[in-house]
T-cell receptor
Framework: AQSVAQPEDQVNVAEGNPLTVKCTYS??????LFWYVQYPNRGLQFLLK??????LVKGSYGFEAEFNKSQTSFHLKKPSALVSDSALYFC?????????????FGKGTKLSVKP | NAGVTQTPKFQVLKTGQSMTLQCAQD?????MYWYRQDPGMGLRLIYY???????DKGEVPNGYNVSRLNKREFSLRLESAAPSQTSVYFC???????????????FGDGTRLSIL
């Protein structure tokens, strides 16, 4: 079965420290991978995507993600966390469903950045 | 530029009542989606519309119906609400090219629905 896993329900980081939010996937073929962020009482906001090319993708708000095909991972990273980065983060993969290519989302990781 | 607009933002229903959730996008996107978000379960796709005039079932379609009214609007209807449908509902849209969707989806801020 094709799936996306976010193995950590919560990640706690001190402000100024680097952060990593993990994502692994299991799909056939070459996936399109996405990260979204959700703030309280808001919809999901697009952060970045990997389609093809350079394995290191840069996105909004200083976030980046590294695509690793051999480990089937797409971890989200930021060199220096801010308290305002505290939110819920979702990894998603586009897979073919019939011919429609919809997204499958992970269950989300809550990031908490403490001052 | 409003993006994706959902109405209402909050609603409380009694079991057996019906209601329609409205969604409109102003980005000229051809694809639209309805998801539900439940604690610990991420987002699950209810229905989607790849283009105007087409709708298809997603992962959890039972108890719901949809209408793609035009390119801008995609509504979700609960015919006979059940407590299991208590959730936060999100509408999204994207520009789709080909079979794979490599364009990001844009989300509304959700409808928080409680069914008693």
């Amino acid at each position: 079965a094709q799936s996306v896993a976010q193995p950590e329900d919560q990640v706690n980081v001190a402000e100024g420290n680097p952060l990593t939010v993990k994502c692994t996937y299991s799909v056939s073929g070459n996936p399109y991978l996405f990260w979204y962020v959700q703030y309280p009482n808001r919809g999901l906001q697009f952060l970045l995507k990997y389609i093809t090319g350079d394995n290191l993708v840069k996105g909004s708000y200083g976030f980046e993600a590294e695509f690793n095909k051999s480990q089937t991972s797409f971890h989200l990273k930021k060199p220096s966390a801010l308290v305002s980065d505290s939110a819920l983060y979702f990894c998603a993969v586009a897979i073919p469903v019939g011919s429609q290519g919809n997204l499958i989302f992970g269950k989300g990781t809550k990031l908490s950045v403490k001052p | 530029n409003a993006g994706v607009t959902q109405t209402p933002k909050f609603q409380v229903l009694k079991t057996g009542q019906s209601m329609t959730l409205q969604c409109a996008q102003d980005m000229n996107h051809n694809s639209m989606y309805w998801y539900r978000q439940d604690p610990g379960m991420g987002l699950r796709l209810i229905y989607y519309s790849a283009s105007e005039g087409t709708t298809d079932k997603g992962e959890v379609p039972n108890g719901y119906n949809v209408s793609r009214l035009n390119k801008r609007e995609f509504s979700l209807r609960l015919e006979s609400a059940a407590p299991s449908q208590t959730s936060v509902y999100f509408c999204a849209s994207s520009a789709r090219v080909g079979g794979y969707s490599n364009q990001p989806q844009h989300f509304g801020d959700g409808t928080r629905l409680s069914i008693l």
